[in-house]
């Protein structure tokens, strides 16, 4: 099993640039989630779903958008790029454990 | 009040010591407990999970729960300097499916 994996592992965006966070997982888990991680910080929410075709907003919703149309996949889509989403983003697929995938970093200049 | 409190340190240990990692939590109906542990860099990585009252140990870590004080804790035994990470506290209640994390304690193994 690759068990959570995400695509770029490193990107920079130009501000009001959109692009998509690509998380996968194999391992047939219902939730999954999208956490940023800022310097020096801990891990915030942002979106989570409990499984295809539901998603819910976490504590830091604003500027993203999310979708789960697989049991798999799990995409992150920012439209309009600004610096304060300059960021680490981590997907996490869970049963009862939450496993991580290796990060993004996400440049916003 | 935040949801789950930890010191965020940094906590320095010497070398071969014990290491004691404190987490509160404010959900008294809370019932699963997660240790992860954070390389600078890198991400979180599961190292410990707890769901009763009690000592739980693997290898060289114990996880300690205690409900009626909303408390958690992990004890690392013989501290090398590899286990110099940030530990996060993560929480959840019945019935929700999201984790909640604290902001992490940063711990340094002294050689």
């Known amino acids: 099993n690759a068990g959570v994996t995400q695509t770029p592992k490193f990107r920079i965006l130009k501000i009001g640039q959109s692009m998509t966070l690509q998380c996968t997982q194999d391992?047939?888990?219902?939730?999954m989630y999208w956490y940023r991680q800022d310097p020096g910080m801990g891990l915030k929410l942002i979106y989570y779903s409990v499984g295809a075709g539901i998603t819910d907003k976490g504590e830091v919703p604003n500027g993203y958008n999310v979708s789960r149309s697989t049991t798999e996949d799990f995409p992150l889509r920012l439209e309009l790029a600004a610096p304060s989403q300059t960021s680490v983003y981590f997907c996490?697929?869970?049963?009862?454990?939450?496993?991580f995938g290796p990060g993004t970093r996400l440049l916003v200049l | 009040q935040k949801e789950v409190e930890q010191n965020s340190g940094p906590l320095s240990v010497p070398e071969g010591a014990i290491a004691s990692l404190n987490c509160t939590y404010s959900?008294?109906?809370?019932?699963?407990f997660f240790w992860y542990r954070q390389y600078s860099g890198k991400s979180p990585e599961l190292i410990m999970s707890?769901?009763?009252?009690g000592d739980k140990e693997d290898g060289r870590f114990t996880a300690q729960l205690n409900k009626a004080s909303q408390y958690v804790s992990l004890l690392i035994r013989d501290s090398q300097p590899s286990d110099s990470a940030t530990y996060l506290c993560a929480v959840r209640s019945p019935g929700n499916e999201k984790l909640t994390f604290g902001t992490g304690t940063r711990l340094t193994i002294i050689p």
């Open positions: 959900d008294r109906g809370s019932q699963s």
């Open positions: 707890i769901y009763s009252n």
């Open positions: 996490a697929s869970s049963k009862e454990v939450s496993y």
């Open positions: 391992m047939n888990h219902n939730y």
